[in-house]
């Protein structure tokens, strides 16, 4: 089993540019796709990035992602950060041996 | 439009089995391709993924709760049901099920519902 790590928590000001990331253990991270999600206070997650870099109809084109193969990590990328953007966020991945894998989840404070 | 909506016991006592039912809409289970899962999130912490069933009926479930669930459909009646055995106070959680198509990204998620285990 493979496992995706990601800073407990980040923070930076409205305006600014936040990268979150995702390492992954074992494995490629480009063998398989990379998806991230919100979670906002007491709301079910919802999907903002799907295949490494696609964004969801209705995400801000503020929201990016990519995966860096020498690092073995995925990172989302938010821009031009607004209050609203604070949330949980979870990357997600999987193999054939385990269909769904998420990371421990990152807390972005916009302050 | 696709819905799902978790509905099950609220509070469990130890030891007992948990049975919970994800009742879904706009999708069809018998699709090729179409999967659903279980993910559950215990207060403040991360989700962690529980199982999956396919179209198939092909079932996958966690490593570390394979022994302690079961999942299983009623593509008739657009529902997918999640037993866990033995819970024990460290499964509180809010429970939710989620659909994926074609792929292993969560699209559509239901709304969760909260378990308590508490004697």
């Known amino acids: 089993n493979f496992m995706l790590t990601q800073p407990h928590s980040v923070s930076e000001s409205p305006g600014k540019t936040v990268t979150i990331s995702c390492t992954r253990s074992s494995g490629n991270i480009g063998s398989n796709y990379v998806q991230w999600y919100q979670q906002r206070p007491g709301r079910a997650p919802t999907i903002v990035i799907s295949?490494?870099?696609?964004?969801t109809s209705g995400v801000p084109d503020r929201f990016s992602g990519s995966i860096d193969s020498s690092s073995n990590s995925a990172s989302l990328t938010i821009s031009g950060l607004r209050i609203e953007d604070e949330a949980d966020y979870y990357c997600q991945s999987y193999d054939s041996s385990n269909p769904v894998v998420f990371g421990g989840g990152t807390k972005l404070t916009v302050l | 439009q696709v819905t799902l909506r978790e509905s099950g016991p609220a509070l469990v006592k130890p030891t007992q089995t948990l049975t919970l039912t994800c009742s879904f809409s706009g999708f069809s289970l018998s699709t090729d391709g179409m999967c659903v899962s279980w993910i559950r999130q215990p207060p403040g912490k991360a989700l962690e993924w529980l199982a999956l069933i396919d179209w198939d009926d092909e079932k996958y479930y966690s490593a570390s709760l394979n022994t302690r669930l079961s999942i299983s459909k009623d593509t008739s009646e657009n529902q997918v049901v999640l037993t866990m055995t033995n819970m024990e106070p460290v499964d509180t959680a809010t429970y939710y099920c989620?659909?994926?198509?074609?792929?292993?990204?969560?699209?559509?998620w239901g709304q969760g519902t909260l378990v308590t285990v508490s004697s």
């Open positions: 295949e490494d870099n696609h964004r």
């Open positions: 989620a659909r994926s198509w074609g792929s292993r990204r969560l699209d559509d």
